[in-house]
Nanobody, 125 residues
């Protein structure tokens, strides 16, 4: 059974930092894309950052570029989202998602087969 488990959320003041973790288990294909999405109350889910585990090339949404960093462990089954210079508008539930190789865009949420349960990030002003 494939599972994604996120951790590391919490409450922080604006300008602060947090690091989220996502552990993938039960998935035995080497090549995969792992992506962070987020959803704020009353808003649609949006993409945040993504990494293709074979190439380690990160991709970022414009809203987080320069502030967030996505990385992976050597085992390629754990990814991180290091968030700096947090803003109140970063407040959301952050979800980790995974899929195999695909020609679809990285931000195409329905293309992801596996999702974590989400972790809350709250940034106060």
């Amino acid at each position: 059974q494939v599972q994604l488990v996120e951790s590391g959320g919490g409450s922080v003041q604006a300008g602060g930092s947090l690091r989220l973790s996502c552990v993938l288990s039960g998935y035995f294909h080497v090549s995969k894309r792992m992506t962070w999405f987020r959803q704020a109350p009353g808003k649609e889910r949006e993409e945040v950052a993504s990494i293709y585990t074979d190439s380690s090339s990160p991709i970022y949404a414009d809203s987080v570029k320069g502030r967030f960093t996505i990385s992976q462990d050597a085992d390629q089954n754990t990814i991180y989202l290091h968030m700096q210079s947090l803003k109140p508008e970063d407040t959301a539930v952050y979800y980790c998602a995974a899929r195999g190789p695909s020609g679809l865009k990285w931000y195409n949420a329905p293309s992801y087969n596996y999702w974590g349960q989400g972790t809350q990030v709250t940034v106060s002003s």
